[in-house]
């Protein structure tokens, strides 16, 4: 099976944009997590689709949202993107409850 | 709030030995544990798992242990290579839905 691909890989952006992060889970796979990580915060959880329907969400402000389509395919979205938003953005699917496996991340850098 | 906690962020071995990374972990609901590995510039890749009913499981070079009495994880790599080389994250999960709450990481050098 083909693994988690999170597109664009690297991502440039200005402070006040909006930017959206696409993820593309293993076939089969109908939960989609999503989680930012910085160097000094680690992993952190944003948010976790199922089935089209967010089931959890992390502490973060509302200008990271998220979707997921029919198709288990899930977007993220950051508006108003702050310089602090510069980090390196996962993507993990799995079946319910069970391993997460992980794309290689899309790195956002805000200037 | 979930609080899973790493007893030392770096670790330093030599090739060929054993390398032991522990993770303290605050929430006695949690009942699946994960253990990833991350090399730089990739994404976190399934090392090994385990769940509460097991005390625990060995994989390929690798042995899970879990101490649900003092919430306290191990990953025990025999025979480290350097390959090993990374930052080894634990993760649990506590039956609420599928929002996993990470470590901090440990990072682990293998020496020549």
């Known amino acids: 099976k083909a693994g988690v691909t999170q597109t664009p890989r690297y991502l440039i952006k200005t402070r006040g944009q909006q930017v959206t992060l696409s993820c593309s889970p293993i076939?089969?796979?109908?939960?989609v997590s999503w989680y930012q990580q910085t160097p000094g915060q680690g992993l952190q959880f944003l948010f976790e689709y199922f089935s089209e329907t967010q089931r959890n969400k992390g502490n973060f402000p509302g200008r990271f949202s998220g979707r997921q389509f029919s198709n288990s395919r899930s977007e993220m979205n950051v508006s108003t993107l702050e310089l602090g938003d510069s980090a390196l953005y996962l993507c993990?699917?799995?079946?319910?409850?069970?391993?997460?496996?992980f794309g290689p991340g899309t790195r956002l850098t805000v200037l | 709030g979930e609080s899973v906690g790493l007893h030392l962020p770096t670790l330093s071995v030599q090739e060929g030995d054993n390398s032991i990374i522990n993770c303290a972990y605050s929430n006695s609901a949690s009942d699946y544990f994960i253990w990833y590995k991350q090399e730089s510039g990739k994404g976190p890749q399934f090392i090994i798992d385990i769940r509460s009913n097991m005390d625990k499981r060995q994989g390929q070079r690798v042995t899970v242990l879990l101490n649900k009495t003092v919430k306290h994880l191990s990953l025990q790599i025999a025979a480290t290579q350097p390959g090993d080389s990374a930052v080894y994250f634990c993760a649990e999960n506590s039956n609420t839905g599928n929002q996993f709450y990470f470590g901090t990481g440990t990072s682990l050098t293998v020496i020549p």
């Open positions: 993990a699917s799995s079946l319910d409850r069970a391993r997460q496996f």
């Open positions: 076939s089969g796979h109908r939960s």
